[in-house]
């Protein structure tokens, strides 16, 4: 079995060399037993193909506030996405939000990080993305050394002047 992140390659055209071959394969009895199946229940959002991402981290004080995140998403044709403490911790949010080695590898064309200082786990789940554009306020955060575009700024300032000019 082969698993590639989506998105990772671009599909090569008229190289085909391969061959398709049947083997013969004898599979061993499971030693699982399925008791029972449930259905996860989830949103169903699925952020590893959005071409736009708007994700917030800690450095939002309130769920509350997430209404503004949405709004920008929303405008921008995007979708919300977030750190792992947001959704695992906090549960403001569907684990099928995180970004990172627990959550989703994504590759957006444009990525907003608001409020996320760019720790390692994080960044593997967004360093493809074409563009990073980072809002945070702590001149030392790591994510300044990793965005391609970085606002030194309270993403209470940003957000609303954001969906001001383009709501
Ligand atoms: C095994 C393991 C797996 C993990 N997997 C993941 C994963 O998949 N995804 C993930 O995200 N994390 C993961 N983590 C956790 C990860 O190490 C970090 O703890 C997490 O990413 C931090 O989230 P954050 O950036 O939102 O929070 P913080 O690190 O607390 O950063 C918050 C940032 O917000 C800024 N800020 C605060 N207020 C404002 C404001 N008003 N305006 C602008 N900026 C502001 C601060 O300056 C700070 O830089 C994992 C950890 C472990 C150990």
């Known amino acids: 079995m082969i698993a590639l992140v989506p998105g990772a390659f671009t599909a090569a055209v008229g190289t085909e060399t391969g061959s398709i071959e049947d083997l013969k394969v004898e599979a061993r009895p499971s030693g699982i037993r399925v008791i029972e199946s449930r259905i996860k229940k989830d949103e ?3 952020i590893e193909t959005a071409e736009v991402l708007v994700a917030v981290g800690q450095g939002l004080n309130s769920k509350d506030d997430l209404a503004m995140i949405e709004k920008l998403a929303c405008v921008l044709g995007g979708e919300v996405a977030c750190s792992k403490p947001l959704a695992t911790d906090r549960k403001w949010l569907s684990e099928e939000r995180v970004i990172g080695l627990s959550g989703k ?3 957006p064309e444009l990525a907003i990080l608001l409020g996320i200082s760019g720790q390692v786990q994080f960044m593997v789940g967004i360093r493809d993305a074409r563009v990073i554009v980072s809002v945070n306020s702590d001149e ?3 994510i300044n050394q990793l965005a391609d575009y970085v606002l030194l ?7 609303p002047q954001l969906n001001a000019a383009l709501g």
Do not use: E, M, R
């Open 44 to 46: 169903s959002v699925n």
């Open 140 to 142: 030392n955060a790591c």
């Open 153 to 159: 700024a309270d993403l209470y300032d940003v957000v």
């Open 105 to 107: 590898k994504c590759k």
